[in-house]
């Protein structure tokens, strides 16, 4: 096949003519129409002409020094004398709307990503009013990624600076975490709003009063057979100040282990002589300061848990979002008024908190109402949801505050422990104490 078109390059060679080859087919091109007037930039080497196209058509294409096309106006089109060419001006004026120079024109591709898009109301709004804000204008929280909010509560949850950011109580306030009922939370909510307040400034200490040694394990204190634990302050009068360790990693945060030593105290308590008020002494000898002393109970009302009453000043009862939760709390309130009547006329149910909310179920929305309805102002504002972060904590041997301080559940404990610290200070402790 023979092809007589030319390909030389008038950039390279420096003719003044830029034919268009007739392998150029394009609905605005004629055959009589004229080359590009004066004062028009050079066509693109993209188009040229045959040896049979006398009068080329300027071509529509036109490449910048970026590669990119831009549509040539049709006003541009003139004759060879100069004129415009109006039959040329309507075919493309008719499809292609009126471009500015290539001078007047910045690199499309900086236009696109640099250059906002705003809708005409929007621009006409802006023009009458300067102070005008669009619908469509994001506030500061929409523009922050999701891992920037759980990064600003991680911040706002582990307070690097150390400052205390949580009011201290005027006395000590001695809390016990009771539930006979077992799988409501009590190790958990123990644990974490212990870790949530030793974080913001105060000084804890967390008695693990179950056999298990779940919170020991949460705070990863040892807790293995030869470990002083709690059951020698118990069973054979060990200062408190002997048994209790220091917590890794969280300032102002102390712990009592307990072992597997502790299941055969119940048994060996009948027999010892003021057996209720055991611990109580043994917390009140302690020669150290505390802002907040947690004792977390087993799942029963044996005598573990009795102690662990008349120790505390305010109890605390984490509720599970079911109906059998329900069920058992009318028992454990009934216990707690014997303790007060008989050993323990300060004691009171300061706090009850909902743990294992899911907001999917009807359930969930009926026991929280029934427990508003029947404990008012005692029950926080904070509900603990169904968190998997907080399963997980434990087998780190950590709080969910320090594994995962943006989850939902470290965000609801800092709530909680927050409440908690802010009522305690509205409502003086003096009274309990």
């Known amino acids: 096949m023979h092809d007589d078109g030319r390909y ?21 091109w004629s055959p009589g129409a004229t080359g590009p007037g004066e004062g028009d930039p050079p066509a693109s080497r993209d188009h040229r002409p045959g040896p049979e196209s006398s009068s080329p058509e300027p071509a529509s294409v036109r490449r910048n020094s970026e590669g990119l096309s831009r549509p040539v106006n049709a006003a541009e089109v003139r004759s060879s004398s100069g004129r415009r060419n109006t039959a040329a001006a309507v075919r493309f ?11 007047a024109v910045p690199d499309t591709a900086s236009m696109v990503t640099e250059a906002p898009v705003a809708s005409t109301e929007s621009l006409a709004a802006v023009a009458a009013d300067p102070t005008y804000v669009s619908r469509e204008t994001s506030t500061r929280e929409e523009d922050d990624p999701p891992l920037a909010m759980e990064a600003m509560r991680a911040v706002q949850i582990l307070n690097p600076s150390g400052e205390v950011t949580m009011p201290r109580p005027d006395r000590t306030r001695v809390m016990c975490v009771a539930n006979q009922k077992g799988g409501v939370g009590k190790t958990t909510t123990t644990v974490n709003l212990a870790v949530a307040l030793a974080l913001h400034g105060n000084r804890v200490l967390v008695v693990d009063l179950d056999p298990q040694g779940n919170a020991s394990t949460g705070l990863n204190v040892p807790h293995h057979t030869g470990i002083p634990d709690v059951y020698d302050c118990l069973i054979n009068s060990v200062p408190l100040v002997e048994v209790a360790q220091a917590v890794e990693g969280i300032p102002n945060l102390w712990c009592v282990p307990a072992t597997i030593d502790l299941a055969g105290a119940e048994i060996e308590l009948v027999s010892v002589v003021a057996r209720e008020s055991r611990l109580d002494r043994a917390i009140a000898a302690y020669p150290g300061q505390f802002d907040y002393v947690f004792i977390d109970c ?24 079911e109906y059998y939760a329900l069920e058992g709390l ?16 300060k004691l009171d149910v300061s706090t009850i908190l909902l743990t294992m909310y899911d907001r999917r179920t009807r359930l969930a929305d009926a026991v929280e109402q029934d427990v508003r309805n029947h404990f008012g102002d005692k029950v926080l504002q904070a509900v603990i949801p169904r968190n998997v972060r907080v399963s997980e904590a434990p087998s780190y041997g950590q709080s969910v505050m320090t594994y995962d301080p943006g989850s939902r559940g470290a965000t609801s404990y800092f709530e909680a422990a927050q409440e908690i610290a802010e009522r305690g200070v509205k409502e003086p402790v003096g009274r309990n104490a």
């Open 298 to 321: 087993p799942p029963s009302l044996g005598l573990l848990t009795v102690n662990a009453l008349v120790a505390a000043q305010e109890v605390l009862i984490p509720i599970q979002c």
């Open 8 to 28: 030389d390059d008038p950039h390279v060679t420096g003719a003044t003519n830029d034919p268009v080859s007739r392998e150029t087919d394009y609905p605005s």
């Open 330 to 345: 009318n028992q454990l309130i009934n216990n707690i008024n014997l303790v007060r009547q008989h050993l323990n006329p």
């Open 93 to 103: 004026e008719s499809a292609v709307p009126h471009q500015p120079t290539a001078a």
